[in-house]
């Protein structure tokens, strides 16, 4: 699991998170400080979700039958599904941004099927790349950081980096972006099953995944050091890594500069954006899909995202992407949570899971729990008119939905959990009283007989 994560965060979506905060106005350790703040809170709906994927061996889209139903299960997962689809979008087009600058153009393509090779191969191929990569990855990221400090002459430059905000300016931006960086890796904390069922224990799950608020933070860290220096090594300030490596120029520092962006982004692409969509597919419809053909659509669809689009500012990206699909992150993960911990007390029968028949635990009505599907569109309705307002739909709307927008994961997280919670609990009553009313009855029609 650590090995995967050293994967997931090397790369240049978060090399530039703290510095997207530096750019908006805080200073370096408060942009650090940010990131690992949201990292470290999403850390426990990581483990907490991770937990039955190593107790019972199953994926994220069988988790989801347990709260969504049978059939009700695919709502969360292509929900899930479509934001990992725009990610493949942006991790692609910034991987092919720097290959095409770095390469010539008779052997641009190769990036693209070097990655959909990977993808060919399974989760298997997935696993062997993450394993072997993370060791490579940090030995590259060093490398960056020690050419940085040396050419610089320290990170002086970095740490005169003030706040140029008020108090109450910084509180007013801190709030969406703890949000901002939580919905980074909200996407894994539903996900995260389909990986820690490959762990041989709790324990190795846990272990493995407390590692994501370090290596976010150092990571940052290294994004902010290598931009403040290049302020002073080459007089303009380069926030673009790629660029950067562009600008350093050699052949070597471009065989590195391949070998590393292209690894950064595989192992982040692939691992975080191919594999809940294509097994959301193949869960779907697994006569049609296999998880090729579910990877294969997947690259598809990212296009169809525009990533460039959302990459054209720091406040498209974070305020309108992160933000904005944590509105639906947040309250599938809150329902999970509440079905696994509060509804089943960890207990899920694993025959129902798999079956289809309208007599299993999991089948609710038609296959779907209603529950589960009113909270969820409860969590999401609040975010709406603030997220409309950020894409310019509205002009103007109540400081309320403001507020509520800026704090979308956490919000609709625990609303829609508390929701599902309440309802499932009257459901049972309802259950329990009818299965009651059933037993007095029974001796009745005995006596009459």
């Known amino acids: 699991m650590a090995s995967l994560w050293v994967g997931l965060v090397v790369g240049v979506p978060s090399y530039y998170l703290a510095g997207s905060l530096v750019d908006l106005g805080m200073s370096w350790w408060q942009g650090i400080a940010t990131v690992v703040a949201a990292n470290m809170i999403l850390l426990v709906p990581l483990i907490l979700t991770g937990h039955p994927g190593t107790h019972y061996g199953i994926s994220f889209p069988v988790l989801a039958r347990s709260s969504f139903g049978i059939h009700g299960a695919h709502i969360p997962t292509l929900l899930r599904a479509l934001v990992g689809c725009g990610w493949y979008g942006i991790e692609s087009w910034i991987g092919g941004e720097a290959i095409f600058l770095l390469l010539p153009k008779s052997i641009k393509a190769t990036f693209w099927v070097a990655q959909l090779s990977i993808v060919w191969k399974g989760i298997d191929g997935i696993r062997e790349l993450e394993k072997y990569s993370a060791p490579i990855l940090i ?69 493995g995944q407390a590692g994501l608020p370090i290596f976010m933070g150092a990571f940052t860290f290294v994004g902010i ?129 798999y079956s289809g028949s309208p007599y299993g635990a999991y089948y609710y009505s038609g296959g779907f729990n209603v529950a589960a599907i009113v909270a969820l569109v409860v969590g999401i309705l609040p975010v709406i008119p603030g997220f409309l307002q950020k894409v310019g739909i509205l002009t103007s709307v109540p400081e309320t939905f403001v507020i509520i927008y800026n704090n979308a994961w956490f919000i609709s997280f625990f609303s829609a959990g508390f929701l599902y919670w309440v309802l499932s609990s009257l459901r049972r009553k309802q259950d329990i009283s009818a299965a009651g009313d059933h037993i007095l009855k029974a001796p009745n029609k005995e006596i009459r007989n």
């Open 139 to 207: 030995v590259l990221t060093s490398c960056l950081l020690i050419w940085s400090y040396v050419k610089a002459g320290g990170f002086g430059h970095m740490l005169s980096l003030s706040s140029r905000l008020s108090s109450s300016e910084f509180w007013s931006l801190f709030f969406p972006s703890l949000t901002a960086n939580i919905s980074y890796w909200a996407t894994l904390a539903l996900n995260i099953p389909d990986f820690t069922r490959y762990a041989k224990s709790q324990n190795d799950q846990i272990i």
């Open 225 to 353: 050091a290598v931009t403040s220096s290049t302020k002073v090594i080459f007089g303009q300030v380069i926030s673009n890594p790629i660029q950067l490596l562009g600008q350093i120029g050699g052949f070597f520092t471009t065989i590195l500069a391949i070998l590393g962006i292209s690894l950064a982004t595989f192992t982040t692409n692939i691992a975080a954006n191919v594999v809940a969509p294509a097994n959301a597919l193949v869960n779907l419809s697994p006569t049609w899909f296999t998880f090729r053909r579910g990877a294969l659509l997947t690259a598809l669809l990212g296009i169809a995202f525009q990533p460039w689009r959302l990459l054209k500012s720091s406040e498209s990206f974070v305020y309108t992407w992160l933000v904005g699909y944590s509105a639906l992150m947040g309250p599938i993960g809150g329902i999970l949570l509440a079905d696994y911990y509060l509804v089943h007390k960890t207990n899920l029968s694993i025959k129902d899971l």
